[in-house]
């Protein structure tokens, strides 16, 4: 099974959390790549004018691990413009990690999770669920190793 780890991240908190859940799935001796996502502007003020800089090919993978954060409480642009080009995404499954600033998951990171996973569906995906890093607040360290834990082990 390959496990493609896609990552879009504009200042760095969902790089490092994908990084931490990358090194699980190694330690667990699947094949696992990370690759990203970028925009040559990753919050343009118009969501819908995204530019990709960078757009893996992930039609060799079997499992997606869809890494992305919340911007103004959806999904963030370029990970957005990415699985939305993406229209053959039937027979892989997928999984997500989402990370936002605020220290509730119901203050915009719920809500982008599901949109993400809505979006991967509508491309064809099983998805198999995801987990919500809250990104303020004491403790970071240990929330991230518990989400990276929980994204993991749905795979
Ligand atoms: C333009 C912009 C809008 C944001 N909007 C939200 C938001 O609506 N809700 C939220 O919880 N965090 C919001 N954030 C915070 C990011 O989601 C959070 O810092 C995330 O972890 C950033 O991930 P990154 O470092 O991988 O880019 C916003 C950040 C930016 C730059």
Same mark, same amino acid.
């Given at each position: 099974m390959k496990i493609g780890i896609i990552v879009n991240s504009k200042s760095g908190h969902t790089l490092q959390a994908a990084e931490v859940l990358k090194q699980k799935l190694a330690a667990r001796g699947l094949d696992v790549r990370l690759e990203r996502v970028s925009a040559y502007d990753e919050s343009p003020m118009d969501k819908g004018s995204v530019k990709l800089k960078s757009a893996p090919d992930i039609s060799g993978y079997d499992t997606l691990v869809v890494c992305a954060w919340v911007m103004g409480g959806t999904l963030c642009p370029a990970?957005?413009?990415?699985l939305s080009g993406n229209n053959n995404l039937s027979g892989k499954t997928a999984v997500c990690m989402i990370t936002h600033a605020f220290p509730f998951k119901s203050w915009g990171g719920t809500q982008t999770l599901n949109q993400t996973e809505r979006l991967l569906e509508s491309k064809g995906a099983?998805?198999?669920g995801g987990g919500i890093v809250n990104w303020m607040?004491?403790?970071r360290? $240990?929330?991230?190793? $518990?989400?990276a834990e929980w994204t993991a082990g749905l795979i």
């Open positions: 990970m957005n413009t990415y099983l998805v198999k607040g004491f403790g360290k $240990s929330r991230i190793d $518990s989400v």
